[in-house]
């Protein structure tokens, strides 16, 4: 382990290496080591530092394993905000070196604009609701290509409800197969796949309800006018833990 303990990392994450600039107490460079993403890698190279070494990494798309090799290691992670923290290095021409200096340098300099790091049991629940949000932008897609192809056949039901409810499904069913054969077929297949889609929808609403209790906070959430219960518990889920903010309108920035 090297002997000095007022190490400051910065790591610049791309999608099979990190550049790792290494400053001292001083904000001096003393090394930068490229480590290839592979298990374990990371975790190995920064374990020689000492524990709660910060090290700094921007909210790149793969920044969760680097977060847990981070801490695996034993150091303690920062999450930069990336076009913040690009903006307060000004570097004009974006090299690794730059990048992975610049983190370690505003780690240092105690600027760094660092982000929450939500816990990794919290990261996996989001994964539900942020899956069923895509899964609702497919539904919107199916059902808005299907209103699309009948609008070209001036073909529509006489109502202001959803078409695709259970309810209008023999009224729908004669209005396709009125269609010519290909794009009947097109329509059939893509009735077929929104009623997949939306059965996906349903089992990951159930699994969202069982999986997060009703607690007080979202409580308190319900009880404001607008959210119901799945967007109550993505708040929560998205939010977090209210007390890492100091005041309510830091909340709402």
């Known amino acids: 382990m090297l002997k000095q303990s007022h190490y400051k990392i910065g790591c610049d994450a791309h999608k099979h290496y990190s550049l790792f600039a290494v400053f001292d107490r001083q904000g001096k460079p003393v090394k930068r080591t490229r480590v290839n993403h592979e298990p374990g890698a990371i975790r190995a190279f920064l374990s020689q530092f000492p524990q709660a070494t910060p090290v700094a990494l921007e909210t790149v798309g793969n920044w969760y394993w680097i977060v847990d090799e981070i801490e695996a290691a034993a150091c303690l992670p920062h999450l930069a905000h990336a076009a913040k923290a690009k903006m307060m290095m000004g570097n004009v021409h974006k090299t690794d070196k730059l990048d992975a200096d610049g983190l370690a340098t505003l780690l240092h300099n105690g600027t760094l604009p660092s982000v929450w790091i939500a816990p990794g049991s919290l990261r996996d629940e989001r994964e539900l609701p942020r899956t069923r949000m895509a899964?609702?932008?497919?539904?919107?897609?199916?059902?808005?290509?299907?209103?699309?192809?009948?609008?070209?056949?001036?073909?529509?039901?006489?109502?202001?409800?959803?078409?695709?409810?259970?309810?209008?499904?023999?009224?729908?069913?004669?209005?396709?197969?009125?269609?010519?054969?290909?794009?009947?077929?097109?329509?059939?297949?893509?009735?077929?796949?929104?009623?997949?889609?939306?059965?996906?929808?349903?089992?990951?609403?159930?699994?969202?309800?069982?999986?997060?209790?009703?607690?007080?906070?979202?409580?308190?959430i319900q009880s404001v006018p607008g959210p119901a219960e799945i967007l109550s518990i993505v708040i929560d889920r998205e939010v977090g833990s209210i007390d890492r903010f100091r005041a309510a309108p830091r909340s709402a920035a």
């Open 135 to 220: 899964f609702s932008k497919m539904r919107t897609a199916l059902k808005n290509r299907m209103h699309s192809t009948l609008a070209k056949y001036a073909l529509s039901l006489d109502t202001l409800s959803d078409i695709y409810a259970p309810k209008w499904r023999p009224q729908l069913m004669q209005l396709i197969r009125s269609l010519p054969d290909e794009t009947q077929r097109c329509m059939e297949q893509e009735l077929e796949l929104l009623d997949q889609v939306q059965e996906h929808i349903h089992r990951l609403e159930a699994r969202i309800l069982e999986r997060v209790r009703l607690t007080p906070t979202i409580q308190l």
